[in-house]
């Protein structure tokens, strides 16, 4: 499937197509064992397609907020919860969704991410519109093949995530220097045994506070020099 937008025919298609993939009932335990929900608890389904996140909790949730840039995919949500008091449908880009701040208990992002172009602006947004504390659940994919979306390209949004623990992949000095811009820190993450070069990744990530990234950058800033001083 190609990035950006899926629109038209490729929506329709789509659409008769994803409620059947095979690991479409492993994202819904992921999702269901991961989140909180309840009659006051608001959630956004970013880059939500035709809408298997929306259907697996439009009952469950207070509000529920799915938001997609593609014309299409918006219509087929219409058309289908448009007896579903409690979802809002919202025809958007990631990067700049129009709601209110510091609002969601939860954003919800199911293989979106590696479609949108500009993800350190769209994690921005998501850390925008989530509340202080609210969570961040991301499903998406990477190939180790290099040929195709490779796990460095989600480092550029990972550089907001808390990635101190992702030793296979970066160098300690990077390490060091990506936490220290951290906007989220990482409850909890799954791999899906690798296909082929295709490896599936689930996380929840936390919204930190200011105070709590500023903390942590302060602290590695004295690792760092103590670091240095112990060289001098
Ligand atoms: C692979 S589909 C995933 C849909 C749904 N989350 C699911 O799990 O079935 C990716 C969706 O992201 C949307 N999309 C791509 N780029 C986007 C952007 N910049 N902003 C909002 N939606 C975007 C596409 O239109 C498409 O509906």
Same mark, same amino acid.
């Given at each position: 499937?190609?990035?950006? $937008?899926?629109?038209?025919?490729?929506?329709?298609?789509?659409?008769?197509? %994803?409620?059947? @993939?095979?690991? =479409?009932?492993? #994202?819904?335990?992921?999702?269901?064992?991961?989140?909180?929900?309840? *009659?006051?608890?608001?959630?956004?389904? $970013?880059?939500?397609?035709?809408?298997?996140?929306?259907?697996?909790?439009?009952?469950?949730?207070?509000?529920?907020?799915?938001?997609?840039?593609?014309?299409?995919?918006?219509?087929?949500?219409?058309?289908?919860?448009?007896?579903?008091?409690?979802?809002?449908?919202?025809?958007?880009?990631?990067?700049?969704?129009?709601?209110?701040?510091?609002?969601?208990? #939860?954003?919800?992002?199911?293989?979106? $991410?590696?479609?949108?172009?500009?993800?350190?602006?769209?994690?921005?947004?998501?850390?925008?519109?989530?509340?202080?504390?609210?969570? %961040?659940?991301?499903?998406?994919?990477?190939? =180790?093949?290099?040929?195709?979306?490779?796990?460095?390209?989600?480092?550029?949004?990972?550089?907001?995530?808390?990635?101190?623990?992702?030793?296979?992949?970066?160098?300690?000095?990077?390490?060091?220097?990506?936490?220290?811009?951290? *906007?989220?820190?990482?409850?909890?993450?799954?791999?899906?045994?690798?296909?082929?070069?295709?490896?599936?990744?689930?996380?929840?990530?936390?919204?930190?506070?200011?105070?709590?990234? @500023?903390?942590?950058?302060?602290? =590695?800033?004295?690792?760092?020099?103590?670091?240095? *001083?112990?060289?001098?």
């Amino acid at each position: 499937m190609a990035r950006g $937008l899926i629109d038209g025919k490729q929506a329709r298609k789509y659409a008769a197509w %994803v409620g059947k @993939s095979a690991n =479409t009932e492993i #994202y819904n335990r992921f999702i269901l064992e991961n989140i909180r929900v309840g *009659k006051n608890i608001k959630i956004c389904d $970013l880059c939500c397609g035709s809408g298997v996140t929306l259907e697996l909790l439009g009952n469950r949730s207070g509000e529920i907020t799915g938001v997609d840039a593609s014309g299409e995919m918006i219509k087929i949500c219409t058309e289908k919860f448009k007896n579903n008091s409690r979802i809002n449908l919202v025809l958007s880009p990631a990067e700049k969704t129009g709601l209110g701040a510091n609002y969601f208990d #939860y954003v919800i992002i199911r293989m979106g $991410l590696h479609h949108i172009r500009e993800k350190e602006t769209a994690m921005d947004e998501i850390l925008r519109i989530l509340r202080p504390g609210g969570k %961040v659940v991301v499903i998406d994919k990477y190939y =180790t093949n290099k040929q195709r979306y490779h796990f460095w390209e989600f480092l550029s949004a990972l550089a907001r995530f808390d990635i101190s623990s992702f030793d296979q992949f970066v160098e300690s000095k990077e390490r060091n220097e990506l936490s220290l811009s951290a *906007k989220f820190c990482i409850l909890k993450r799954e791999y899906l045994p690798k296909k082929h070069a295709k490896q599936v990744f689930m996380f929840v990530l936390k919204k930190l506070s200011r105070k709590s990234s @500023s903390h942590r950058a302060d602290k =590695t800033r004295k690792q760092k020099n103590a670091g240095n *001083k112990r060289r001098d």
